[in-house]
């Protein structure tokens, strides 16, 4: 803890993370069932990730989502990095001409550009964060990169926020609106956290064995999926009807 004013969860995942500096990061590293650390795979594009399936350790994501498990118990923010810069449990965000200081140790600093986040880090205080950078290196504590693609940083609230739900299946796609006829926005690998901020009647789908009319609006998405993949009833309580 490089700076005050961390939430005690935010100190705790700070603390949960620097205690991983010297594991080795290995891509794919930290995505098991539980979190942890895990042997990771060879990135075909890569060459110095040859040796990670020997490498018990985390990517960066897969140490983010170590931290936050260990700060607040469960698994708040299973997925890539992307999944967790755009995850339910941000309540606050950080444009990267804002730079560090507004920061405080915990928040989630990303990298990427048109949408995309493909890496992310643990800030310190202090222009300082600790990450899982790349193969054959270590976590290790580096002075955060605000120039290239940064594109910012979250704050986490690790708490079930209002209308929160979990998808399931494996590789379901959100749409730009209500229909499966229009464009792909965002798929989603496996289950998964997400805010849903209203739904309606739509098109109706049939898959996996339901027909459902339907459609939940993700914000954090700006996209909809059939309700048919989001773990509830078909029209899911506690959720207002989009206008």
């Known amino acids: 803890m490089l700076a005050p004013g961390a939430s005690a969860a935010a100190e705790r995942a700070v603390g949960a ?3 991983q500096i010297g594991v080795w990061y290995t891509w794919g590293g930290g995505h098991g069932p539980q979190p942890g650390p895990t042997y990771g795979q060879v990135d075909p594009s ?3 990730s040859a040796h990670d399936p020997e490498r018990l350790g985390f990517d960066c994501s897969g140490l983010v989502r170590y931290a936050y498990a260990r700060a607040v118990g469960g698994d708040p923010l ?5 999944h967790q810069f755009h995850s339910p449990q941000v309540n606050q965000r950080f444009t990267a001409d804002q730079g560090t200081g507004q920061l405080l140790p915990g928040d989630l600093l990303g990298w990427g550009s048109g949408g995309s986040i493909h890496h992310i880090a643990i800030y310190l205080g202090a222009g300082k964060m600790v990450e899982a950078r790349e193969s054959g290196t270590r976590i290790t504590v580096s002075d955060v990169r605000l120039g290239g693609d940064y ?3 979250v704050r986490i609230a690790p708490a079930a926020a209002p209308g929160t739900f979990s998808t399931w299946g ?13 464009p792909r926005v965002h798929r989603f690998p ?10 309606k009647h739509a098109e109706p789908v049939t898959a996996e064995g339901y027909t459902n009319d339907a459609w939940s609006y ?8 059939t309700n048919i993949y989001i773990k509830g009833p ?9 206008p």
């Open 218 to 225: 993700l914000p954090e998405y700006g996209a909809w999926i």
């Open 17 to 19: 993370a620097c205690e």
């Open 190 to 199: 496996g289950p998964t956290t997400v805010r849903v901020e209203c739904q």
């Open 234 to 242: 078909a029209w899911l309580d506690g959720v207002r009807t989009c």
């Open 78 to 82: 299973s997925g890539n990095a992307y």
């Open 170 to 182: 494996t590789d379901v796609w959100t749409h730009k609106e209500p229909s499966t006829t229009s």
């Open 46 to 48: 890569d060459p110095d």
């Open 151 to 153: 594109a910012g940083a």
